[in-house]
């Protein structure tokens, strides 16, 4: 049984992965990227959330582009979609979609608290904050239908990394995850 969850999950991933997103799929990511700033934005600032903060070295810009690729970006896709929610190619019903959707979503969530918690307590005022976690869900959400529409985890990989890209070096999130 667990040798064929492994060769089930190592299939998911490769078929995510192998995957070319078609010019469709960059639109509708691309769509999916201006519907969450069109409410992050106003909600981020509202808040106080975000602030204007624009990181200029380099160094910090080389390492924050790479590094958001690498993490959250395609390892958190990995886990909360991929792994998570059935492959469009895997033809599973409507209410189970959306119960995996709805799991998938709640994890990714809840992991920024317990990571927090865990293993990056310097993060802990910030992944605990309220409109973070809203933020979170709707990105998760943001991620969810560009993986489920594409089938590849391409277009998810790039929304999240540039949004987490964005906020760190343009909104006040370097400072708050680093300073």
């Known amino acids: 049984m667990t040798n064929y969850l492994g060769l089930f999950l190592v299939r998911r991933v490769s078929i995510a992965v192998s995957t070319i997103p078609n010019f469709t799929d960059w639109l509708v990511a691309a769509m999916l990227a201006l ?9 981020g600032f509202w808040s106080g959330f975000l602030k204007i903060d624009v990181q ?18 395609i390892a958190e896709e990995i886990f909360f979609r991929v792994l998570i929610l059935p492959h469009p190619e895997e033809n599973v019903s409507g209410l189970v979609l959306w119960l995996w959707g709805c799991a ?37 959400v943001a991620c969810s239908i560009a993986y489920l ?31």
């Not at 200029?56 to 970006?73: A, E, K, N, R």
């Not at 985890?153 to 929304?159: D, E, G, S, Y």
């Open 149 to 179: 529409q594409s089938g590849s985890i391409w277009p998810a990989v790039a929304i999240h990394w540039l949004t987490v890209t964005v906020w760190l070096l343009l909104f006040g999130g370097y400072r708050r995850l680093y300073d």
């Open 56 to 73: 200029t070295s380099q160094h910090t810009i080389v390492s924050v582009l790479i590094g958001c690729l690498l993490s959250p970006g």
């Open 35 to 43: 519907v969450y700033s069109a409410i992050a934005l106003p909600v």
């Open 104 to 140: 998938s979503l709640a994890l990714f969530v809840v992991y920024h608290p317990l990571n927090a918690l865990t293993f990056y307590p310097v993060g802990r005022s910030t992944f605990m904050n309220p409109v973070f976690l809203l933020l979170a869900a709707v990105l998760g």
